[in-house]
């Protein structure tokens, strides 16, 4: 942009530091809004295509700020992962995830899985898998309850670290899901490279369902069944969209039609629930 000349520069320049300013701040308050634990989870729940049962919620981090109020999770994610910051903003996430679903499914006698995001920076600390370790023994939660989210454009940055910690994690006896799929770079064959269980396709190839989008979504679905990886659809928010997809052999859904994101205490009452 620079080499444009120096009209775009000035131009560009003062709302350039504004939103450096807002990110520097946020990270700030980011910051000890994880130690004054001014965070909270909410749970999204993901159903059993074939069954209809529930089986288990992808825990997702809210920011209740002191003035600007709820701030999405997609802006300060960003920061965070800017910095350091998203691994005591992460660990904070896993831990609590585990504590709470350690405890819903002892009250209920239940399998639920957890779903946990993690970004590739934390995923590259070498202590990650001994972190997950930790908090698995800490909070009781048997390991195949915990499944963490990897995007496929955060891998793809680095291949061979990421690969090697997924290894470590499958041997541990965590589960992994590739999120956001489709929306990277990578071509279907990476899967093969991948140590994943699940693979979560992107709402952006839910949404033209059922009236276009089809074939993509049914060769996503073919392929991931030919190398044993189940898949979940995101951001399911109509009935038709929910027919279609399990009738085209889609292991399990999330989205606003069976849920929304809820506090813990919504999300207990719910155990043992059924759609349809
Ligand atoms: P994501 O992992 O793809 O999470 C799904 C997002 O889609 C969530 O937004 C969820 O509320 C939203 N969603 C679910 N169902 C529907 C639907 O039917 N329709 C629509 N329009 N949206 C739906 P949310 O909670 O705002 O999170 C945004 C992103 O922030 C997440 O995307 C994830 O990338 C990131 N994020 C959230 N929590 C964490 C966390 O604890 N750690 C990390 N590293 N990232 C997180
Ligand atoms: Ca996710
Ligand atoms: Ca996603
Ligand atoms: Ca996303």
Redesign the pocket.
């Known amino acids: 942009a620079k080499s444009t000349g120096k009209n775009v520069a000035v131009a560009f320049h003062p709302s350039m530091t504004v939103e450096a300013h807002r990110r520097a701040r946020l990270e700030t308050e980011l910051r000890k809004a994880i130690d004054a634990d001014a965070l909270h989870?909410?749970y999204?729940p993901q159903f059993d295509c074939r069954t209809s049962q529930l089986i288990g919620a992808?825990?997702?981090?809210r920011w209740t700020h002191p003035s600007d109020g709820e701030i999405?999770?997609?802006e300060f994610?960003p920061v965070a992962?800017g910095s350091e910051l998203?691994v005591a903003?992460?660990q904070w996430?896993l831990r609590r995830a585990c504590l709470d679903a350690a405890r819903w499914n002892a009250e209920h006698d239940t399998a639920i899985h957890v779903s946990?995001?993690?970004?590739a920076r934390q995923l590259r600390q070498a202590q990650f898998t001994e972190q997950v370790k930790a908090v698995l023994d800490e909070s009781g939660l048997a390991s195949p309850l915990l499944e963490l989210?990897l995007?496929e454009s955060q891998l793809m940055a680095n291949m061979a670290v990421g690969v090697e910690a997924m290894q470590q994690l499958r041997t541990a006896g965590v589960r992994l899901a590739l999120?956001?799929f489709g929306t990277g770079y990578s071509s279907l064959s990476y899967l093969q490279s991948f140590p994943v269980n699940n693979l979560k396709i992107?709402?952006s190839f839910i949404r033209p369902l059922p009236q276009a989008g089809q074939p993509i979504v049914a060769a996503i679905i073919s392929m991931a069944r030919s190398f044993g990886i189940a898949v979940v659809a995101?951001?399911?928010?109509e009935p038709s969209q929910l027919a279609w997809l399990c009738d085209a052999g889609c292991d399990i859904v999330?989205?606003?039609?069976t849920g929304?994101?809820m506090p813990v205490a919504q999300f207990r009452e719910l155990l043992g629930a059924e759609i349809c």
């Open positions: 989870l909410v999204q992808e825990a997702l981090v999405s999770p997609a994610i992962e998203i903003l992460g996430v946990v995001n993690v970004s989210e995007t999120d956001d992107d709402r995101e951001g399911v928010e999330q989205g606003y039609l929304r994101p």
